[in-house]
């Protein structure tokens, strides 16, 4: 059982990016996925989180209108599409899963699996 995030890189501001987190081992149809991103010199911080009516919650004001989160049920993906990047979303972004038989949300202390991490940058 592993997650993988993957799709980071370096990107101007004003940018997009899009982030892929991939499992393998077990389908993500019964988890729900968040989203989780940790700044240089501060604590990680959820961002979105998505379940199983494919609905989503926001837990980030600032990515609120930018950032959206979807499934890919072929590639067995969760995939967070940036826009409109800011150097303040610079941060080593994760992926978690929780089991939705135990619940629809992403507490981020309470999460099944978290993959590695990958790296956005936003500067010019």
């Known amino acids: 059982v592993q997650l993988q995030a993957s799709g980071g890189g370096w990107v101007q501001p004003g940018g997009s990016l899009t982030l892929s987190c991939a499992a393998s081992?077990?389908?993500?149809?019964?988890?729900?996925i968040g989203w989780f991103r940790q700044a240089p010199g501060k604590e990680r911080e959820p961002v979105l989180c998505i379940t199983n009516s494919d609905g989503s919650t926001v837990y980030a004001d600032s990515v609120k209108g930018r950032f959206t989160i979807s499934r890919d049920k072929a590639k067995n993906t969760v995939d967070l599409q940036m826009n409109s990047l800011r150097p303040e979303d610079t941060a080593v972004y994760y992926c978690?899963?929780?089991?939705?038989?135990?619940?629809?949300?992403?507490?981020?202390?309470?999460?099944?699996?978290w993959g590695e991490g990958t790296l956005v940058t936003v500067s010019s």
């Open positions: 978690a899963a929780r089991r939705l038989a135990r619940g629809s949300s992403c507490p981020y202390y309470d999460m099944d699996y």
């Open positions: 081992g077990f389908s993500l149809d019964y988890y729900a």
